[in-house]
């Protein structure tokens, strides 16, 4: 058996194992995405590479047998800076989206379509766990929210294909039926920590953080200078904007989530503060917040929108926890690749059989109020949203190495490959955009013995999976269906979603 060394780690590698599997043996992780035990090695990714004795050119480790007193590194920054480079080539191309436009640009990224998906299928417990988890205040904000997702929506930009899904108005359905129930949602809240937080201020960004923090496990305490908890959602709105039964509503639900109120307090010392509670989280300009004192972006940037507030609010919850818990706080940036806007024959294909009904208009007001959606309301504009992003993020092994090693999507963003999705398997979807030609799916097709199974199709940057002489799907992947959607590393190939 060859002995080798593996980041200064000796390895008794297995007679004719592969630097990859001898990595393997010893625990060592290195990232593939072309690499599938019991097939052929592809090299086609080249995210496994590493350098061998110290040579300038770096191999693939999937298809390099080890030898004898191989030194091999695989963790040094020249060989990370190549499989980074070889991640944002593979993105370059990469007709995919992690998530939908809409929660992508929802300050508090709101999963819509899971939302919606829920709505569809008349799943009200789940949407309003969706809204409230991403929103804390989704009934309140469905009725002041400007609609920032909605500026996202395909349907809406697109022009021809109607206005855009009235997100807003969905979730103040979904948030609306919650509180007319008398069993409402909460989350379940970690054990205890006992730790005290101070949190000035009422607002939405102060309710957002108690909320995160509250869920945490921490105790919560609220202290503002008004007589009721609100901030500008109470005393800044034109009358009747924003109906105060929802907002004492969802007020309600963080109290008897274990917030506590000091209300009609000013706050006198900081550093009397500091004394009584283990941090303090200020959401307002604040004198004398220096040490051990966390102050949101609201407090510091006006911020026209509440939503933003309710985003920043629970920036800071999770800043006080990383404190608390000794650990460092790194701002959270979500990896996104994007695909951009769609040209009018990718839209129409798109949109498929989705509702080509106009935007729905909800029921008459009542008692003064704007109008909310009827359940059946709700679901027809439901019906109305494509349910864009992508169903694979969480398994999306190009998604996962990506975010890894930092790989930028958009580093040498071109011309993008045509979003085009095929659906005439009976059992798999087949995103041809999505797919990276790693090759792992032909050679699964040609082991099962498939009668036509996959190939390359094309030449050069053309070059493409498809089952050959231009048959369909279903005859190319009648054995290896389940096989090749499984293997998939960007999930290009999946399993009919509801």
């Not at 052929?40 to 496994?48: I, K, N």
């Not at 091999?72 to 007709?95: C, G, K, N």
């Not at 907002?247 to 000013?266: F, H, K, P, S």
């Not at 006080?320 to 460092?328: G, I, N, R």
């Given at each position: 058996?060859p002995?080798?060394?593996?980041d ?10 592969t ?5 393997e ?5 290195i ?5 599938l035990?019991?097939?052929e ?17 770096m ?7 080890v ?9 040094s ?36 379509p899971?939302?919606?998906r829920?709505?569809r ?8 766990q969706t ?10 904000l ?27 108005s ?23 920590t ?12 102060g ?6 923090l ?25 009358p ?38 283990d ?36 920036e800071l ?10 650990k ?32 729905t208009i909800?029921?008459?007001p009542?008692?003064?109020?704007s109008a909310s ?15 864009c ?5 969480d ?17 040498y ?23 990276i ?38 005859e ?5 269906a ?13 399993h009919?979603?509801?």
């Amino acid at each position: 058996m060859p002995k080798v060394v593996i980041d200064n780690i000796e390895v008794l590698a297995p007679d004719g194992a592969t630097v990859l599997e001898a990595a393997e043996s010893a625990g060592i992780a290195i990232p593939h995405l072309c690499y599938l035990k019991g097939i052929e090695p592809q090299t086609s990714c080249l995210v496994c590479v590493v350098r061998i004795n110290g040579a300038k050119r770096m191999v693939p480790s999937c298809a390099t047998k080890v030898a004898d007193g191989m030194v091999i590194e695989s963790s040094s920054p020249d060989v990370h800076l190549a499989r980074r480079t070889a991640l944002e080539l593979l993105l370059a191309e990469h007709a995919g989206e992690c998530f939908a436009p809409c929660s992508q640009v929802c300050p508090a990224h709101l999963d819509i379509p899971e939302m919606v998906r829920q709505i569809r299928e008349n799943d009200m417990p789940s949407a309003i766990q969706t809204a409230r988890d991403a929103l804390v205040l989704p009934g309140v904000l469905g009725y002041i929210c400007p609609g920032l997702c909605e500026k996202g929506c395909r349907r809406g930009t697109a022009g021809a294909h109607g206005a855009a899904v009235a997100i807003c108005s969905l979730h103040r359905h979904v948030a609306e039926v919650d509180l007319h129930n008398a069993d409402h949602w909460l989350p379940a809240c970690k054990p205890s920590t006992g730790k005290r937080i101070a949190i000035i201020g009422a607002g939405p960004a102060g309710l957002a953080c108690a909320w995160e923090l509250l869920k945490l496990g921490h105790s919560c305490t609220i202290l503002d200078s008004h007589p009721l908890p609100g901030g500008t959602l109470r005393y800044g709105l034109e009358p009747g904007k924003l109906p105060a039964e929802i907002l004492d509503a969802e007020v309600d639900l963080i109290t008897r989530l274990g917030a506590q109120w000091q209300m009609g307090t000013t706050i006198a010392s900081i550093a009397d503060l500091r004394t009584q509670f283990d941090a303090v989280a200020a959401t307002g300009p604040v004198q004398g917040a220096a040490g051990g004192v966390f102050i949101s972006a609201s407090a510091t940037h006006a911020r026209h929108h509440a939503v933003q507030a309710v985003a920043d609010g629970k920036e800071l919850a999770h800043q006080v926890d990383d404190f608390l818990a000794s650990k460092p706080h790194a701002a959270h940036r979500r990896f996104a690749v994007r695909l951009g806007a769609l040209s009018e024959a990718e839209m129409k294909a798109w949109l498929g059989d989705t509702s080509q009904a106009p935007r729905t208009i909800p029921s008459a007001p009542s008692k003064g109020q704007s109008a909310s959606f009827t359940e059946s309301e709700a679901q027809d504009e439901a019906d109305r949203c494509r349910l864009c992003g992508c169903g694979s993020t969480d398994i999306c092994a190009l998604r996962r190495y990506s975010i890894e090693y930092s790989a930028e999507p958009s580093r040498y963003r071109g011309h993008r490959k045509p979003v085009r999705t095929i659906t005439t398997h009976p059992d798999l979807v087949f995103e041809e955009g999505k797919c990276i030609a790693c090759g792992l799916c032909v050679a699964i097709a040609k082991q099962a013995g498939e009668k036509t199974g996959l190939a390359f199709v094309g030449r050069g940057f053309d070059v493409q999976v498809a089952v050959p002489f231009g048959k369909e799907l279903a005859e190319g992947l009648q054995k290896a269906a389940e096989a090749a959607a499984k293997a998939c590393p960007t999930g290009a190939i999946h399993h009919r979603r509801p």
